[in-house]
């Protein structure tokens, strides 16, 4: 990841806290208030209205019924409250995708650097999904766009050319490449089709 | 009959920053006084004094030690965030409470402690605010390679930046250092509009020294210098801009706003424990939540409303230049359009 941490824009967040009513959850209120968001406890279950920016959440009782998303999608950075540090609760939380952790009992401090690391990981996995999707995307129109150069060949272009029109109507469409190319295969169908029922 | 509370005095007498703690003993001391021959007062301080010698590894165990042999349970002390951070865990687990009275770098609401002087949306920002319309958009950037330092340049960066301003360069010196020629001949040949200087101890000492011979007219700028420090830098230190929640003026009680801010937080403690019999023994929380919101110290941040002033040093004193009125410490710059509601500290009696 590059860029620096952006801190400025931390200003009127809203943190929601998944534990039972106890110290660890009073100590982590504590330090969000001081640091400036508003904070909401909940337990067991989020509420289904849940708008928050960050979910710090228990890992020692926590269940899967807990979240209204599949696991690992949250739509929020999530902050794993660990106390025993056991292999299968932390594969638990994990599964749930945490973005940072605090170990239990939490006293004074830890809130804030798990707040920017949660926030920091989620972007980075945000970022990565986005850009796995748009490569498989991409992966699966190969065949397209051989199809589509194929096509142009068919109707005259060196394959040079035909990769080059393609990437200037792209361009000027602002339209991916993949998508381009199959527009010219739908194009080329079509002017089949018509032909044949002539 | 007075009720006898003692309290810690955690201040390094000697060392690097020994003028700062000095201001700060000096402060807290008359007030000290001040409170003892004060009948309206039911309380009696007594200091139980310890003195680290300016060296990072006596923090701790004085701490304790304090807090093992006599009955104090709130502490005045520490310069450096460094010592701050090292008496933290002391301080957790007695359930004391530290007054900490020195302009910080923010990002910290500890539980167990006061901070009593500037955070930078005290002193950098309005620093900044006043400084770029004036000097310019390119900013330059010296600092001790310390967390006040590093700090304070990653804030006035991304400030400065986000506003469209351009960083000239970032030059950091180990704590003590005074070979600044190398710092200083950049600033010559970059020649960037302004400078802000984080150095602290001697090494700001020499770049100013260093700079009053080589460029004197580059704005520097500085969140945390006061008039306790002008004396060491001489003529030298003419021209300096400083920003903080007081300057002295001629008639006023205290020389420097560490002198200020100590007698401050002595007069509050005295205040609390006059208000609330028995409370010296509570923590913070407690002591707090019993005053129920009376005091000048927040009890979601334990931070205070502070002035912001922009003053210049001129013959070993300071000129205020600008004055903002008092603003709520933000320690995590995530209230920026805070009501300025609370009862603001009062730095002069």
Known sequence: MSGQLRILDLAGAKAAILHRPHATAAAIERQLRAIGLS???HWPELPDTLAVDFLFFDVDMGFDAQFPWPPGQSPMPMIALIGSEAPGRIEWSLSHGAHAQLLKPVGDNGVYSALLIARAAFQVRHGYTARIGELEGRLAARETVVRAVMTLVAQGMTDEDAFASLRRMATDRRESFE??????????????TNGGGR | MKRRIEIGILLSRSGGYSAISNAKYKGAMAAIAQVNQNPAL????????????GQIDLYAPLCTEILRDSEARHILGCVTSWSRKEVLPVLERAGAALWYAVPYEGFEASAHVVYMHACPNQHLLPLLDWAMPRFGQRMHLVASNYIWGWEINRLAREVVTTRG???TGERHLS????????????IAAIRPDFVMNSLIGPSQYAFVAAMHERMPGVPILSC????CELPLMG???????AAGPYFHTPGAAFESSHEAAGHAAIMEMARLFDAHPGSERLSLAELLSLDANEGPIDPQTHHTSLPALIAQAEGGAFRVLHSLPARPG???????????????????T
């Open chain 1, 39 to 41: 904070a909401e406890t």
């Open chain 1, 179 to 192: 998508a381009v190319a199959a527009r010219i295969i739908a194009r080329h169908d079509t002017t089949k």
């Open chain 2, 42 to 53: 039911a309380v009696e301080l007594i200091p139980v004094e310890r003195d680290p010698l």
């Open chain 2, 165 to 167: 301003g351009e960083i």
């Open chain 2, 175 to 186: 704590l003590g250092e005074t070979g600044v020629d190398g710092m200083v001949e950049e």
């Open chain 2, 224 to 227: 945390n210098l006061t008039e």
């Open chain 2, 235 to 241: 003529a030298a230190s003419d021209g300096l801009i």
């Open chain 2, 330 to 348: 933000d320690p995590y710059l995530t209230r920026p359009d805070r009501s300025q509601t609370r009862q603001k500290l009062r730095l002069v």
